[in-house]
């Protein structure tokens, strides 16, 4: 792999040198994650950012994180030029636009492997970059929604439940993108040969109910919700309230892990067994309604170094300061923003602590210098400005 990395980075991706297009969500959730494991990950921003999204290019936009800043203005050659060298020394590229829009301004796969032919071109987005739905508008919730896991999430008698925007942008498609990507430099590492990654959201999204779809296949798996076992549909997978109002996460599914949950329950388990199917909506609501007596930290305390599989739910404002997070350093403050540490772990080489989000361009000329790129002609034509 080509470069050295930027300041002397950590982590075991240390001296791969990837382009990003800023865009949303779960490319930047790509580029985080390969810069957070060491890669030097320069962030291409257009000349003057702005974002109709709420706190994005601000020093709370996490997924920005570790990432120099290079502003240019790709509506003029001398900008398109400039990335173009760039990418003559990257290793890879990325980008989370709909299909054709890199075509558009001159910076397509084909345009940017000829100048490169090692180069790992990755491509983020909710279809894919062909089909009938390709140029459609979407967001995590539409995607997870084709995916068919929409669909399985939530209790049984109300709509299917929101999931945050994890399954689609970030699972499905940071993660698979991130994946792609080293599987394909991995393959431009040993023979040379660049490429086209085409993470799709919907795909991933449906990867990761892989384990859904052999269980439906084998007859353990009902499309009604709340009516299998890992849906909420046992009373020994699921949540529930408390008498505070708070909620507690409980999941012994092994007979033993059961048996111990049980136990400690001591005569309020009563009517509880790991039975027929047929059983657990009424064995559910007997659950329900022990929980219910105690406020969330008694219950917690009472499984407290047991195998019964019980843990608080937690809030955002609990869950850094929870005794296993602060015991690992689970979560960092970077500039006053607490926000999950990178993941996972290296026992050889470890990550270094990622830099705050910086400002859109405010590295432009530091950039060019260490990749070598003549900047003059692009600020001579006003494509960049080598001063922020």
Excluded at 68 to 82: M, N, Y
Excluded at 215 to 229: K, P
Excluded at 262 to 283: I, T
Excluded at 331 to 347: D, I, K, M, Y
Aim: aromatic share 6%.
């Amino acid at each position: 792999m080509t470069g050295a990395a930027a300041g002397g980075a950590a982590g075991p991706l240390a001296g791969l040198r990837l382009i990003e297009m800023v865009g949303l969500g779960p490319a930047p959730f790509a580029a985080m994650m390969l810069s957070d494991a060491g890669a030097e990950v320069i962030r291409i921003h257009p000349l003057d950012a702005r974002s109709e999204i709420p706190l994005m290019n601000t020093e709370f936009d996490v997924l920005a994180r570790g990432r120099p800043s290079i502003a240019v203005d790709l509506k003029r050659p001398e900008g398109v030029a400039l990335l173009l060298d760039l990418a003559e020394r990257a290793d890879g590229m990325l980008e989370g636009f709909r299909p054709g829009v890199m075509e558009r301004l001159g910076l397509g796969p084909e345009v940017c492997l000829r100048r490169n032919p090692r180069l790992v071109y990755g491509r983020m987005t909710g279809w894919g970059q062909d089909g009938p739905l390709a140029q459609a508008a979407g967001h995590d919730l539409t995607y997870v929604a084709l995916s068919g896991v929409l669909g399985a999430i939530g209790p049984a008698d109300r709509p299917p439940a929101v999931p945050l925007n994890l399954i689609g942008d970030f699972g499905g498609g940071g993660m698979l993108l991130a994946f792609g990507m080293l599987a394909a430099l991995l393959h431009a590492r040993t023979t040379g040969a660049g490429q086209v990654v085409d993470a799709a959201m919907t795909e991933g999204a449906a990867l990761l109910a892989a384990m859904i779809w052999g269980f439906r296949a084998g007859g353990a798996w009902s499309d009604e919700r709340q009516a299998n076992l890992l849906d909420g549909g046992a009373w020994f997978y699921g949540t529930y309230e408390c008498a505070d109002g708070r909620f507690l996460a409980v999941a012994p599914i092994e007979g033993k892990f059961a048996r111990t949950f049980l136990d400690r329950l001591g005569e309020e388990a009563e009517g509880l067994r790991q039975g027929p199917q047929a059983d657990w909506p009424a064995q559910r609501e007997r659950l329900a309604t022990v929980l219910r007596r105690r406020p969330r930290d008694e219950w917690v305390a009472l499984f407290e170094d047991t195998d019964a599989c019980v843990a608080p739910v937690l809030s955002f404002v609990e869950t850094p300061g929870h005794p296993h997070h602060a015991a690992r350093g689970s979560f960092l403050t970077l500039a006053g923003v607490t926000q999950p540490a990178p993941a996972p772990r290296f026992s050889a080489t470890p990550a270094a602590v990622p830099s705050p989000p910086s400002r859109p361009g405010a590295e432009t000329a530091a950039i060019l210098e260490r990749w070598g790129v003549d900047g003059a002609p692009a600020a001579e034509a006003g494509a960049i400005r080598l001063r922020p």
